[in-house]
């Protein structure tokens, strides 16, 4: 038994943890398939989130530009010199130049 909620046009699938030991396979192809996690729960409470290799590694590539995109910002709201695109593409080009 499962349960699927939509939110935001996004597909929540929910399963009681045992469904791990015995759907496995269809829970791999699931998030595989879908580009979903599955969320487990233990005696009816949330308890573990499952999602492809795929998913997480995407998932942590984000969270580490955000990391980046949010760290970049503060040194900007702090003063730190910027560059305009115009700016960048000049040095990326006398770069390539070999000036």
Known sequence: ?????LLEAVTMMIKPST???N???AISEYCKTQK???FLT??????????SMEAYSLRE???DLREK????????LQGAKTYSLTEINAQLEALLDGK
């Open 69 to 76: 995109l949010l760290t970049a910002e503060a040194m900007r």
């Open 1 to 5: 038994m499962y349960r699927i909620i």
């Open 36 to 38: 979903q996690p599955v």
């Open 61 to 63: 590539e984000m969270l």
């Open 42 to 51: 233990k005696n009816g409470e949330g308890d573990l989130v499952v999602m």
């Open 23 to 25: 759907d496995y396979n």
């Open 19 to 21: 469904s791990l030991r």
